[in-house]
Structure formats: C-alpha cells, structure tokens
C-alpha cells in the first residue's frame, strides 16, 4: 500500500515564524504536492513537483515556498506565518505518467497565533 | 483542468438508499476524472476514477458516469450504509494536476 507520511498531526506557530511541514512517501513516486484544505473551498494547490530539487507553482503559492532535495520528500515553508495560512494542509505523491491518481497523507492541522 | 463544480454540498439519506453527487468541469482537455472519500481526520482517500474513454465505471455499490458531450460527471452509491457519512471530493486532470470540487457531505442515517 501507499504510504504518503506527514510528519505532524498538529501543529501551533506563532505569527512570523517560520514553518516547515514535512512529507515523505515510500512508492517512488516522482510527483508529490502540496494542498490546503479549508471549510467551502476544497483543496487548492500550493506547488508540486516533478522531480528532485524542481518545483513549480499552484493556485495559491503566496507565502509559501518548498524543497524537494530526496525524491520520498517534500517540505512545505511558510517563510513568515500569518494568521490567515491557519489551515489543515494535505501533502499527496503520484507517478509521472499522465492521469495517475494522487496518495494522499491525512494532513497537517496549523494553527498560527 | 480549470474549474469543477460540485453539487450537492451537503447530502442527507436514510440507511439503504441511493446517492448522487454531481460535478461539471470546463476544461476541454480534461480526460481523467477521479473521486475521493475523506473521512474524519484523515486524508482523502481514492474512491474510483474514470478516464475519457469509457463512459461508466462501476466497483460493487460505487459507480461513475462520465459524459464529455456535456461535461459532467457523477458518483452514485448504491444500498447506502452509515460509514459511507464522509465528504466527497470529484477532481478533473487534463495532465498532472488535478482540480477539485469543493466537496459534498454525506451523512448517511440507520
């Protein structure tokens, strides 16, 4: 089975931290991404990426960054946190080969104060 | 894809009936279409996909329909039972990316 892991179930930072949210995945997947879930919007793309050390923007990349330097993982940055980046945040992987479906972790719930 | 609407947002039916959530896309290149179930505290899980060649798809009580003509597809359940009380997300890919809906509740009562 795929195993998309998160490093953290919970996590509470304070206003202009800096925030790291880990994710690894163990079925040599080449894409992994990373989401933000919130209540009435669904899941929106931050970045994902193809490959080791590339990266490319989603819908939403504003105030996040990521680093992609081992293949099994990927890290979301939240350079200088704010109030408004509390969220719950789903990292997911696939193959490359088009239309593969995504693994998904069971999420990171942020809480910037 | 480009943008995925779905209907409905919340869902409520008794033990044993029928469900259907329904989605629109507008992307013309769209030609992957999967479905997740995402339970309490947990990540979304893939449910079914559907890919542009085949018009329906069905594993046990899920099934999925797919019309391009009209740009929609839907997920229906059959014999509801209570642990099938989850949100449902539809997604489109035309690539690598998938686009989802903002999801449906489904609550699901003995």
Same mark, same amino acid.
Not at chain 1, 52 to 64: A, H, S
Not at chain 1, 73 to 99: D, G, H, V, W
Not at chain 2, 57 to 68: E, P
């Given at each position: 089975d795929v195993k998309v892991t998160q490093s953290s179930r919970y996590l509470v930072k304070r206003t202009g931290e800096k925030v790291f949210l880990e994710c690894v995945q %163990?079925?040599?997947h080449e894409n992994m991404f990373w989401y933000r879930q919130d209540p009435g919007l669904g899941l929106r793309l931050i970045? =994902? !990426?193809? %490959?080791? @050390?590339?990266? $490319?923007?989603?819908?939403?990349? $504003?105030?996040?960054?990521?680093?992609?330097?081992? @293949?099994e993982r990927f890290s979301l940055i939240l350079e200088s946190a704010s109030t408004n980046q509390?969220?719950?945040?789903?990292?997911?992987?696939s193959f490359q080969s088009s239309n593969q479906p995504q693994h998904f972790g069971d999420g990171t719930r942020l809480s910037i104060l | 894809g480009e943008n995925v609407e779905?209907?409905?947002?919340?869902?409520?039916v008794q033990e044993g009936d029928s469900a259907v959530i329904k989605?629109?896309? !507008? %992307?013309?290149?769209?030609?992957y279409f999967p479905w997740y179930k995402q339970e309490l505290g947990k990540g979304p899980q893939l449910i079914i996909d559907i890919?542009?060649?085949?018009? $329906?798809?069905?594993?046990?009580?899920?099934a999925v329909t797919l019309n391009k003509t009209a740009?929609? =597809?839907?997920?229906?359940?059959? $014999?509801?039972?209570?642990? %099938? !009380?989850?949100?449902?997300f539809c997604a489109d890919s035309g690539y690598s990316t998938l686009t989802f809906?903002?999801?449906?509740?489904?609550?699901?009562?003995p």
């Amino acid at each position: 089975d795929v195993k998309v892991t998160q490093s953290s179930r919970y996590l509470v930072k304070r206003t202009g931290e800096k925030v790291f949210l880990e994710c690894v995945q %163990d079925m040599d997947h080449e894409n992994m991404f990373w989401y933000r879930q919130d209540p009435g919007l669904g899941l929106r793309l931050i970045y =994902f !990426s193809y %490959d080791v @050390k590339m990266k $490319e923007k989603g819908d939403i990349p $504003e105030g996040y960054s990521v680093s992609r330097e081992k @293949k099994e993982r990927f890290s979301l940055i939240l350079e200088s946190a704010s109030t408004n980046q509390t969220s719950m945040y789903l990292c997911a992987s696939s193959f490359q080969s088009s239309n593969q479906p995504q693994h998904f972790g069971d999420g990171t719930r942020l809480s910037i104060l | 894809g480009e943008n995925v609407e779905q209907h409905p947002s919340t869902l409520s039916v008794q033990e044993g009936d029928s469900a259907v959530i329904k989605c629109t896309y !507008s %992307d013309s290149a769209s030609n992957y279409f999967p479905w997740y179930k995402q339970e309490l505290g947990k990540g979304p899980q893939l449910i079914i996909d559907i890919r542009s060649n085949v018009g $329906e798809k069905k594993d046990q009580r899920i099934a999925v329909t797919l019309n391009k003509t009209a740009k929609h =597809f839907s997920l229906h359940i059959t $014999e509801t039972q209570p642990e %099938d !009380s989850a949100v449902y997300f539809c997604a489109d890919s035309g690539y690598s990316t998938l686009t989802f809906g903002k999801g449906t509740m489904l609550l699901v009562s003995p």
